[in-house]
């Protein structure tokens, strides 16, 4: 069985940094395709970050390119979302996501069969 668990979250000032963390447990991250996504109640899921563990291409969503960054760490069987320069408008809930083959771009939700529950980002000014 594939479990996704996600931690991190927290409620931190604008302008701070925070790192979620996605520990996966009945798959290795190797040949994944592995996502963070995210939601404000009453909306629909987010895709922020993709990674492609086959090749490491990566992809980002433009409200969060150049603050937000991806990365697997392999020897944790860990995937990380290192969040810089957090705005209030990066409150959310926090989801990771996994599929067992490559990615498709955009990351849409319906691409992928394994979820966490999710970890929440606060973000105040």
């Known amino acids: 069985q594939v479990n996704l668990v996600e931690s991190g979250g927290a409620s931190v000032q604008a302008g701070r940094s925070l790192r979620l963390s996605c520990t996966v447990s009945?798959?290795?991250?190797?040949?994944?395709?592995m996502a963070w996504f995210r939601q404000v109640s009453g909306k629909g899921r987010e895709g922020i970050a993709m990674i492609d563990t086959w090749d490491g291409t990566t992809d980002y969503n433009e409200s969060v390119k150049g603050r937000f960054a991806i990365a697997p760490e392999y020897a944790q069987n860990t995937m990380y979302l290192q969040m810089n320069s957090l705005k209030e408008e990066d409150t959310a809930m926090y989801y990771c996501?996994?599929?067992?083959?490559?990615?498709?771009?955009?990351?849409?939700?319906?691409?992928?069969?394994?979820w966490g529950q999710g970890t929440q980002v606060i973000v105040s000014s």
């Open positions: 009945g798959y290795d991250l190797n040949s994944k395709c």
């Open positions: 996501a996994l599929q067992n083959e490559r990615c498709f771009y955009p990351p849409v939700p319906g691409n992928f069969a394994v």
